[in-house]
């Protein structure tokens, strides 16, 4: 009886250590595996933190990841560094205008479309690079590089970069949240009108700290001089590129071209009333217009300007090179409503634009409008 229960207690005791043996394998197995994962936790989570993108410029909607290794990656190629020298600073939802990107290279075609996708400034502490890029960063083009870290928007005070979006909303004819801050600088200006008089204005000669703030969106930028809070601000048309993209205006819609004896032609049309009018320049001086479906021609008027101020105005077309905007549209911004829209003919061609935009017009044609609009002004 004792041996059986010493037997007993001898194969009970060698189950218990067994099993207290393979308890603890599968224990530290456990814990390996609790360490593996805590470890991969860790990795992804440094990952998702990385600086790549600074965490005072996170925003609700978030970059996507492709989309900033793509740009990183395009940027370390072109300047042979390592991805993570460098920092996406800043970035900003946008709707391109073209398959471009707003970024044609000279002769290039681009596709007209809507393209929603991201500007990007990115900067290895010393220079900045901005980029255009779809939505998910399969196409990409640089816009400029070389702007000092100096020159960076990080320490613009709120107030100044609310108003100069702002004022740079109200000129380019643009959502606040379709424009991005690209550059700014601390400056002293010399007067009180921020070292940009007009012309017969009396300046006060005193130091003005403020700021040289550059806003835009594509091609087109704005520079703005302003005071330290932004209370005060000057557009600084001189330095500025505002103008627009052009679009070719397709065959259907050209209007049918000059008679012989018509020099030139304007056709207004849209605003409040949704009315058309149509403006025709006759070589002898004749300026006739009327108004499109006016079935008793009651608003039909004739003047006349004389045949010296005729060859003047078309001296002034070629000075101009109107001929070089030939079948081109300045379109309304995006959402605009209730503009008037001319559409201006001479023998060479056609150019399209609005009054909305006209201040964002290139310099030569404004010079030509100017001239024409200055021509009806002194018909008799």
């Known amino acids: 009886m004792k041996l059986m229960l010493k037997n ?5 005791q060698t189950r218990i250590f067994t099993a207290l043996i393979l308890t603890g394998i599968l224990s530290v197995g456990s814990g390996l595996t609790l360490i593996r994962s805590a470890t991969g936790a860790s990795a992804n989570f440094s990952l998702e933190t990385s600086n790549e993108v600074l965490k005072d410029n996170v925003k609700p909607n978030r970059l996507p990841r492709p989309v900033a290794d793509a740009v990183l990656q395009d940027l370390a190629r072109r300047q042979g560094i390592l991805t993570r020298e460098l920092q996406i600073t800043d970035y900003n939802q946008q709707t391109w205008r073209d398959g471009c990107l707003e970024l044609p290279q000279p002769d290039e075609f681009c596709a007209q479309a809507l393209i929603p996708g991201w500007q990007i400034v990115v900067s290895n502490g010393k220079e900045n690079w901005i980029y255009h890029t779809n939505n998910n960063g399969r196409s990409l083009r640089l816009v400029s590089a070389n702007t000092p870290s100096a020159n960076l928007p990080g320490k613009l005070p709120a107030s100044v970069k609310n108003a100069v979006l702002q004022a740079a909303s109200k000129r380019l004819q643009k959502p606040i949240s379709q424009l991005a801050i690209i550059q700014a600088q601390e400056q002293t200006w010399r007067d009180s009108c921020l ?9 006060t000669q005193a130091l003005v700290s403020g700021w040289r703030v550059v806003v835009g969106k594509g091609k087109q930028t704005l520079i703005y001089h302003t005071n330290q809070t932004g209370s005060e601000l000057r557009l600084n048309e001189k330095a ?7 679009v070719q205006i397709p065959a259907s819609e050209l209007p049918p ?11 207004s049309s849209g605003g409040f009333a949704g009315t058309t009018y149509q403006t025709v320049l006759l070589k002898d001086g004749g300026l006739i217009r009327v108004r499109i479906g006016d079935a008793n021609d009651s608003e039909r008027s004739v003047r006349r300007v004389s045949v010296l101020q005729v060859q003047q105005f078309l001296r002034s077309l070629q000075r101009s090179k109107f001929s070089k905007f030939q079948n081109l549209s300045y379109p309304a911004p995006s959402g605009s409503a209730d503009y008037i829209t001319f ?17 964002n017009l290139p310099r030569n044609l404004q010079a030509a409008v100017k001239a024409w609009n200055k021509l009806i002004t002194s018909a008799q």
Do not use: H, K, W
């Open 195 to 203: 070292a940009l008089a007009n012309a017969d204005e009396f300046c």
């Open 257 to 267: 071209p000059l008679d012989r004896d018509i020099v030139f032609r304007q056709i």
């Open 8 to 12: 007993y207690l001898n194969t009970n």
């Open 343 to 359: 559409t201006l003919t001479s023998q060479e061609g056609t150019v399209q634009y609005n009054d909305i935009s006209q201040n």
């Open 240 to 246: 500025s590129n505002s103008t627009l993209a052009p």
